[in-house]
């Protein structure tokens, strides 16, 4: 069942003629989507998962919480990337190395540039006070990885259905014209105590 199936049966339905039309659009601009994620067979499935949803899109995988905030906020490798090309979804674990996925969304949610920017949380936890955490952390969706790798395939395709094609994503425009020139080039969360990671 494509990604169109796996949200409803009936190819014909309304529903389903939106959502091709809109894959279709998509196909003239990709989305990027950021996974931050630690486990190689976790980024495998999600890559090929990604592949088969015929989104057009750009992985973009950060293997810590540190990498992934670097990236976002332009600061050691990234350092003069374009930090108004946010990603159109990012998908994080919660369970990462040199910093944990609370901490990225903390931050994330913290700074102007990436406050309003859809974040997934997807992980294995399933405890209550990590779910919990997630949405007072500002968190868009909490969602438990299924363990069977077709079932997780089946999951990534609906959360691009409805996060890439669905989803009416938030005016960046307005956010950007409301901020400093050197707040969109200078990475001043990272440096609020995370840079010396770095």
């Given at each position: 069942?494509?990604?169109f ?24 601009t ?12 976790d980024?495998?499935?999600t ?38 090309a946010l ?13 944990s996925?609370?901490?990225v ?20 936890s ?9 949405y007072?952390l ?17 999951a990534i ?42």
């Amino acid at each position: 069942m494509d990604l169109f199936g796996a949200l409803h049966k009936s190819s014909e339905c309304q529903h389903c003629q939106r959502l091709r039309q809109r894959a279709a659009h998509s196909q003239m601009t990709a989305k990027t989507i950021l996974l931050i994620e630690d486990n190689s067979s976790d980024i495998v499935l999600t890559r090929r998962a990604l592949e088969r949803s015929h989104v057009a899109h750009e992985l973009v995988v950060a293997q810590d919480g540190q990498e992934a905030l670097a990236y976002l906020l332009g600061s050691g490798e990234h350092a003069g990337r374009d930090l108004t090309a946010l990603p159109d979804v990012t998908l994080l674990d919660l369970h990462l190395p040199r910093m944990s996925g609370l901490d990225v969304l903390r931050t994330i949610r913290a700074d102007p540039r990436t406050r309003r920017m859809p974040v997934i949380m997807l992980t294995s936890s399933n405890e209550e006070h990590d779910v919990a955490a997630s949405y007072d952390l500002g968190v868009n969706s909490y969602i438990q990885k299924p363990i069977d790798s077709g079932r997780f395939a089946e999951a990534i395709g609906q959360l691009v259905a409805y996060w890439l094609l669905l989803n009416e994503p938030p005016p960046r425009s307005q956010v950007m014209r409301t901020l400093p020139p050197a707040l969109l080039t200078s990475p001043t969360v990272l440096r609020l105590g995370l840079s010396s990671g770095m």
